[in-house]
């Protein structure tokens, strides 16, 4: 938890998923078109049924039932309106479309949220068993929050150089699009020849934001233009190697088991599509872009937006699951700062550094052997000792958890046309038929901001036991409405990733102690996250100012200050989830440790965590209160 404002996020959102912060992406794996439908739609029809199953030894059966079926109609209500969603799922239903940014379906979306609202508040929850009413309070929960972020719509950013519809747009047909046969590949050049009315609709989505005064800071502009000039670079553009889409489609189509004349026929339908269609519908936004670049301002903070100190509370709220203010977060910030450069000295006394923090933090930053170079060959060697570390894990998960992920794990590398602008690593889920496994995404566009003595921590918060573990079980689940397989808070999503940086040291790892030293600088750039988030949205801090305070107080590189504090400028709020969610996570832990005591088992404690997929962190709590109560009572 793997975006572009779109009924793809929406639906997610309104459904239980704040959102990732990463650009998704992911790895095609050829299947038929029927079988990948039937598992689909038989996952999505059995969820119901199996959900019921389950909780048939309490409450009112029927009712039971009426309102697991009632979860998927409504979930497959947005799926139906979604054909990315649909392509996301596998499915090959509207395949040659795009999703609908039209101010009216919008709007259309949002009194089909509050009449699902309405349906979901007839039904009395104490006919229901634990688990549907557990399922009901989330539903309910996630359309008012959805509904209450209505008045907020104009407020966001929906091209920024962290998520855009124009990048998304080419990262679904490179990784989610299959062609398995011809008519797949009609459908991609029918996406390819919508583009044109796709981009307008976007066009038109930013000028409703301009004329309320919401425009992305200044310093976005040349991201966004580079990255649309970037797709439209090279055949049959212009001179030079094919270009990122020309060359997916060719690939794709030269696997087919068709004629060579076919193929040749499908190759000049895409190429006619990209001049025709794609080449313009590019410039045109790109132009757009360009002419918006000059009516844009330095100011960064949410503060200057409209209403923007309690649109930035709803944010904080939305992303936090809690009702911290600004104020609350910033303090804690600084206080777990503090913390973390003490533990730090302690690993400069291990290594015998003699000097300063700050000047320990320039010796990690500057001496080469923390870093590969700037090669093929470096880029090569990171992924393969990334991929052997999270191996390593792999063949150690029995020590941590009962239940684990079915779904493999790759990693990769984030594809040229992005890798500019992209985050620096990211977690792609797998498919739910099992069509695709999970990715890790590591941007190695620079290896300069890719210090070897964060690798180990950054593989296992992407990948094991981080977001793979629990993006791919909550995905996997049984016993749960598909709405809370797809769904997700960003609290208890981050909050696990970072946890999962700190609990290999339990068993062993992290060896070397630059390496922990890496863990902590980790840790440590999510607290200071707490301090600039708040600083720049609520303090009216600048970009500079934000800057400089995490370059000081952290031994990245400059060049990834600048791309984090970029970040969090244009995502108000979403920074400050990570740290509190591993904070909540790690208190309810000490707290069952100490009620338990010999009776804790981390095991156990997990798969309390993991095995009701993603909730908020109120409702995490209640369920870790209920598992140590239930473990006294035995």
């Known amino acids: 938890m793997k975006l572009k404002l779109t009924l793809l996020a929406a639906a997610i959102s309104a459904l239980a998923m704040t959102g990732c912060d990463r650009e998704q992406a992911g790895q095609q794996k050829n299947t038929a078109a029927n079988e990948t439908a039937q598992v689909t739609e038989q996952a999505a029809t059995e969820s119901a049924e199996t959900a019921t199953s389950a909780a048939a030894s309490e409450g009112d059966a029927e009712v039971i039932q009426q309102t697991n079926e009632l979860f998927e109609q409504q979930f497959q209500t947005h799926v139906s309106r979604s054909p990315e969603f649909k392509t996301f799922l596998g499915m090959k239903e509207d395949y040659g479309k795009w999703d ?8 259309e979306t949002h009194e089909i949220y509050k009449s699902q609202l309405e349906a979901l508040k007839k039904i009395d929850p104490n006919k229901l068993d634990k688990a549907t009413r557990l399922s009901l309070d989330l539903a309910i929960r996630n359309l008012e929050q959805n509904i209450e972020g209505w008045k907020w719509r104009l407020h966001t950013y929906p091209v920024n150089q962290m998520y855009a519809a124009h990048t998304s747009v080419a990262s679904m047909l490179i990784n989610q699009h299959r062609i398995d046969d011809a008519s797949d590949a009609e459908a991609y050049i029918s996406r390819l020849n919508a583009l044109p009315a796709h981009f307008d609709q976007l066009i038109e989505n930013l000028q409703a934001r301009a004329d309320k005064g919401v425009i992305v800071p200044k310093f976005v502009f040349p991201y966004i233009i580079s990255d649309g000039q970037n797709l439209i670079t090279g055949a049959p ?6 270009s990122t889409l020309y060359a997916d489609f060719k690939g794709k189509v030269d696997k087919l088991e068709i004629s060579d004349e076919e193929k040749t026929a499908l190759v000049e339908q895409a190429k006619t599509a990209m001049l025709d269609s ?20 330095t100011d960064d903070g949410a503060w200057k937006l409209p209403d923007g100190d309690a649109f930035y509370q709803h944010r904080l709220n939305v992303y936090t699951t809690t009702d911290m203010t600004a104020e609350e977060i910033h303090q804690k910030g600084l206080e777990d700062v503090k913390r973390i450069h003490d533990e730090m000295r302690e690993i400069m006394a291990k290594v015998k550094f003699e000097g300063t923090l700050q000047e320990f933090f320039e010796f990690m930053r500057t001496d080469k052997q923390f870093y590969y170079p700037e090669t093929e060959e470096g880029k090569q060697r990171y992924l393969k000792e990334a991929t052997a570390m999270i ?11 009962i239940t684990k992920p ?37 941007n190695l566009y620079k290896m300069s901001s890719m210090p070897v003595y964060q690798m180990e921590a950054l593989a296992y918060h992407e990948g094991i036991p981080g977001h793979h573990m629990q993006l791919s079980i909550m995905q996997e689940l049984e016993n749960v409405p598909s709405f809370r397989k797809f769904g997700g808070y960003t609290a208890y999503t981050e909050g696990w990733g970072l946890y999962s940086e700190l609990v290999p040291k339990e068993i062993g790892l992290y060896q070397d102690p630059y390496s922990d030293f890496g863990r902590l600088a980790m840790e440590l750039w999510r607290a200071g996250r707490l301090v600039v988030d708040t600083g720049l949205h609520s303090k009216k801090w600048t970009r500079e100012e934000t800057i400089d305070w995490l370059a000081e107080n952290s031994p990245n590189p400059k060049e990834d200050v600048v791309k984090a504090i970029e970040r969090y400028i244009v995502m108000p709020g979403q920074a400050t989830a990570y740290k509190i969610g591993m904070m909540k996570i790690l208190e309810l832990r000490e707290n069952a440790k100490q009620q338990l005591g010999d009776k804790f088992d981390i095991r156990e404690f997990h798969d309390v965590v993991l095995a009701n997929g993603a909730v908020p962190l109120d409702v995490l709590e209640e369920l870790v209160t209920d598992w140590v109560n239930s473990k006294q009572a035995n």
């Open 391 to 401: 191996d390593n894990l792999k063949g150690r998960l029995d020590e941590l958890f």
């Open 100 to 107: 609908d940014l039209s101010p009216e379906f919008e709007k």
């Open 278 to 297: 794609v080449k313009p519908a590019y410039e045109k936004l790109i132009g757009y872009l360009g002419e918006l670049e000059q009516k844009a301002t």
């Open 406 to 442: 079915k779904a493999d794990l790759v990693v990769k590398a984030v594809e040229p046309f992005r890798e500019k602008s992209a985050g620096k690593a990211f977690y792609q889920r797998p498919a739910p038929d099992g069509s695709r496994p999970g990715i890790y995404y590591a």
């Open 237 to 242: 553009y212009g001179d030079g190697e094919d």
